[in-house]
């Protein structure tokens, strides 16, 4: 596997394809919870409290990319754009390893993306997600 860095825009062209199949993961997560508390009346008082909603709305997404990251190193949308997580030994991650990652991409996003375009300055093209969890993207070579 090469070594080469994967470029940021790479890495976002992945995230909206994961959208794409993230999104019906999420309503059936709101389908799951709408069926056990009944539909929303109004507005102003929804039938789900959002703390429910939320935070099994985060294991969701968590799960989705642990379970891709931890069997490939690869979601789908990663495999159409020829990136894929690993350790920084080059390994592939632990589940441990994964949560911590969507864990810390999170806080990435956070502050406008800043987390991201981090790597665009860093020296070895890291985000903060890449040097907290001991993890980098890269850019595989095309298939013959």
């Not at 929804?46 to 690869?74: D, H, N, R, Y």
């Not at 990435?108 to 001991?134: E, K, Q």
Request: charged residues 15%.
């Amino acid at each position: 596997m090469t070594a080469n860095h994967a470029p940021l825009w790479r890495h976002l062209l992945a995230m909206v394809y994961d959208s794409f199949l993230v999104a019906p993961l999420l309503m059936a997560n709101a389908l799951v919870w709408v069926s056990l508390f009944g539909p929303t009346d109004t507005m102003a008082r929804p039938a789900v409290p959002a703390w429910v909603m939320q935070s099994t709305s985060l294991c969701v997404v968590a799960l989705f990319f642990s379970i891709f990251w931890c069997k490939s190193g690869q979601t789908l949308g990663m495999q159409a754009w020829r990136i894929k997580v690993v350790s920084a030994e080059g390994e592939s991650l632990t589940l441990r390893k994964a949560i911590l990652r969507c864990a810390v991409a999170l806080v990435s996003l956070l502050p406008m993306g800043l987390g991201y375009l981090w790597g665009i300055l860093d020296r070895s093209h890291l985000t903060w997600h890449d040097r907290l969890s001991a993890t980098r993207l890269v850019l595989l070579p095309k298939e013959a």
